[in-house]
């Protein structure tokens, strides 16, 4: 088995979900992912840390791009309207995985400690975002405050696109989003 | 020593938040904590499952208090307003606790497991807020982003009040949070 295994991480990342959602997180080892995934363990330990890592993988550029997309925004954007901007390029890498989407919240809602990872990473998110509008010179608290309740429109959206078996596309229910948090707060 | 000391519960809590912050959370063991306390191991398990429980104890009664006072809101009070005076409830308890709130969070920022179990309980607050909301016959996607951006009101101010040296009130503090989300959200 050769060193570089084309598509090797995305066939991790399958037979791990699979294996996730058929037996639960827990029962789950490594040798069983790189069995169905036909793979090594060696080939598994390059591309991921550990087995929870495989669910959380590329986090950090989701990230990036959104601090990217505030940093980068016209001058006249309006802070918030900064933030969801910056959420809709993440949200653009989503539409394609519904379906990987929808199988990686069922493993993580069963499981806390993979909840709270979950958490810890919309968190740094909406830090992050803080941290790139006050760059742009956005006070306190409206810095907080836009990337908060950013992240918030992004996640109640988020769980309506994966629970719904409708045709709405992540982008509008992100808008959809958006326009009752602004309802609600002008209420 | 009797099985009832009274106020043990209390001088636990303040003794391990000393500990934690002088040697940090990881380092201090519950010999410890009961050392300085000047009582036994066994009083501390009976107030306690862990050490780590002795930073999140009372949270339960915490929630309760907002659902009770979102269900128990008149009928005319809007989403946001019902979460929010809830809120408002439960910062009444803080308020007094200032400087233990303000070792509570250098603790609990100081340690990635607590920083996660701490997000899992204030995600759990808006998740009971949001039921509580359709409860009252509020409609999603309102009754999530309602409870959401409550939750972010309270999460920047209480930043602020254990952050900032000034004499502003917790409650005076979500009050300017939430003219700021308004003014944010009208942007």
Not at 57 to 68: D, I, K, M, R, S
Request: no cysteine.
């Amino acid at each position: 088995m050769g060193r570089w295994e084309p598509g090797a991480r995305e066939r991790l990342q399958r037979a791990a979900l699979e294996l996730y959602v058929e037996r639960g997180f827990e029962q789950t080892t490594v040798a069983e992912i790189t069995n169905r995934a036909g793979l090594t363990e060696r080939t598994f330990f390059r591309h991921f840390a550990d087995k929870r890592e495989v669910l959380f993988y590329g986090q950090a550029e989701l990230l990036e791009t959104g601090v990217y997309a505030i940093a980068g925004a016209s001058e006249t954007t309006a802070p918030l309207a900064a933030v969801v901007e910056a959420l809709q390029l993440i949200a653009a890498r989503f539409e394609e995985r519904r379906e990987s989407a929808r199988q990686r919240q069922t493993v993580i809602a069963a499981n806390p400690g993979l909840q709270e990872r979950e958490l810890l990473k919309l968190a740094s998110l909406a830090s992050a975002m803080a941290d790139a509008l006050r760059g742009r010179g956005v006070a306190e608290p409206t810095a907080s405050l836009a990337a908060e309740a950013g992240v918030a429109v992004f996640k109640v959206a988020f769980e309506h696109w994966i629970g719904e078996p409708g045709e709405r596309t992540l982008s509008d229910l992100i808008r959809d989003s958006l326009d009752h948090l602004r309802a609600a707060t002008a209420g």
